[in-house]
């Protein structure tokens, strides 16, 4: 095969793979301009010295038959036919990257978890890039609904969740009830001078499924993956102090919260 049209890299692989399964914890949020930038970054970074390949040549004349002209990896976001919001820009990428690649006789990237021989999900699982639409259905359900009776909509409650679970030390996990997302909760490491905690930012359950234990089950996995060592913030109520309590956690009678108005939920 002609040395122009090489495979990518092993570490390019393993970076594709990670990133199309947890875009926002790769690059900070799932855009296709970040990726570019990382991709120019990683690429300057060998200086003078033989570059692998990060990306098999061709790729982008391969993509102008699918957009016409395409110049850069955020422009096939910007072309990608899935609506006005580019949150699927990622995927579409992947997908033809794939395809470009065994064209090329070589192996396609895994896909996501959930996406791989039509899984049908049960119990509690890691969250991934693919469930953000999920996510966001389930958390405007739950969060518009009494006692909150906010007013998101799909697409603020989609920028709500994928904007949580963005960044560095980010992470959640998800409960299934034959495909359908029964509640969820997002949490995040945080790093002090004599070791590690983790901060419970979000936990809900369905409205149709509160009382069997869903919420209880979340945090334990929380616990279970960081050792225990879990706090959160949250409103002072008898139901949720006494919910939390029951969960094995106790007030800090040393804490307060801080705020500029009274609009905070």
Known sequence: MDSKLRDI????RAFYEGCWERPGAYLGKAELSRLEVFLQGWSFAFGGRE???LMPDGFNEFAAE?????RSLSAIGYAAAFGRRGD???D???RLLNEYLVKLGYEPIPEPRKSRCGEVKNGICPIYYPDLKALALSYMKTFNAPPWNDCWTEETAFYRVESLLCGYGRFGYAAWQEGSLTGAVISEREFYYDG???RIIELWTDPAYRGRGIGRRLIEEVKRAEGGNVYLITKKTPETVGFYEKCGFSADGGMCVMQTDNKSR
């Open 9 to 12: 890299c092993p570490e390019a």
């Open 51 to 53: 570059v692998p390949v």
């Open 66 to 70: 699918h957009y016409g002209e395409v």
């Open 88 to 90: 699927r820009s990622i």
């Open 92 to 94: 579409e990428f992947f």
């Open 196 to 198: 590690v905690v983790c």
